[in-house]
T-cell receptor
Framework: SQQGEEDPQALSIQEGENATMNCSYK?????LQWYRQNSGRGLVHLIL?????REKHSGRLRVTLDTSKKSSSLLITASRAADTASYFC??????????FGKGTLLTVNP | DTAVSQTPKYLVTQMGNDKSIKCEQN?????MYWYKQDSKKFLKIMFS???????INETVPNRFSPKSPDKAHLNLHINSLELGDSAVYFC??????????????FGPGTRLLVL
């Protein structure tokens, strides 16, 4: 069954603005990851946050994790047109399996 | 020097046919995966192999049969193709051990259209 649910399903912003996407999940996890998918391409790993971490940064990306609420957020600061893509959260358990959400389609208008 | 490659990129075929999709990775990973992404972009795992051994087998019709001839290859054979098999199929791989194991590297996808 599907684990992650991203919110919103679609987000449209202007270049330079910040974009925030949320992910909720249902069961306990070892880690939560965010991936980006450009149109017609494969997924690219962005960032991983472990269940014992609360916040992580990577360049213009900031991820938070609240295990008590079973939710995570991805913040992209100072967005660029090249950030236009679908963003997926994926939860990892004790095995190799990743369970993906439905994704948020981000459009950054120049 | 592509990390995870898939062939073919596009596959158009008739219902009832049998087809194969090939995946190769040159990252030295020992775990490989097949995912199916439907028209609504929902990505669902189908199979995973670790060192040529099947470790994940989700509820997938037995018309789908993965084969791993070695650690660097994981192929997907589909018998008696149906309209509902139309989707994008992604291969992925992950690192053998340690903290990098959870991160997966995806291929470009194979777009399958069954007519």
């Amino acid at each position: 069954s599907q684990q992650g649910e991203e919110d919103p399903q679609a987000l449209s912003i202007q270049e330079g603005e910040n974009a925030t996407m949320n992910c909720s999940y249902k069961t306990s996890i070892n880690n939560l990851q965010w991936y980006r998918q450009n149109s017609g391409r494969g997924l690219v790993h962005l960032i991983l946050i472990r269940s014992n971490e609360r916040e992580k940064h990577s360049g213009r990306l900031r991820v938070t994790l609240d295990t008590s609420k079973k939710s995570s957020s991805l913040l992209i600061t100072a967005s660029r047109a090249a950030d236009t893509a679908s963003y997926f959260c994926a939860t990892g358990g004790s095995n190799y399996k990743l369970t993906f959400g439905k994704g948020t389609l981000l459009t950054v208008n120049p | 020097d592509t990390a995870v490659s898939q062939t073919p990129k596009y596959l158009v075929t008739q219902m009832g046919n049998d087809k194969s999709i090939k995946c190769e990775q040159n990252l030295g990973h020992d775990t490989m995966y097949w995912y199916k992404q439907d028209s609504k972009k929902f990505l669902k795992i189908m199979f995973s192999y670790n060192n040529k051994e099947l470790i994940i087998n989700e509820t997938v019709p037995n018309r789908f049969s993965p084969k791993s001839p070695d650690k660097a290859h994981l192929n997907l054979h589909i018998n008696s193709l149906e309209l509902g098999d139309s989707a994008v199929y992604f291969c992925a791989s992950s690192h053998p051990s340690g903290s990098l194991r959870e991160t997966q590297y995806f291929g470009p996808g194979t777009r399958l259209l069954v007519l």
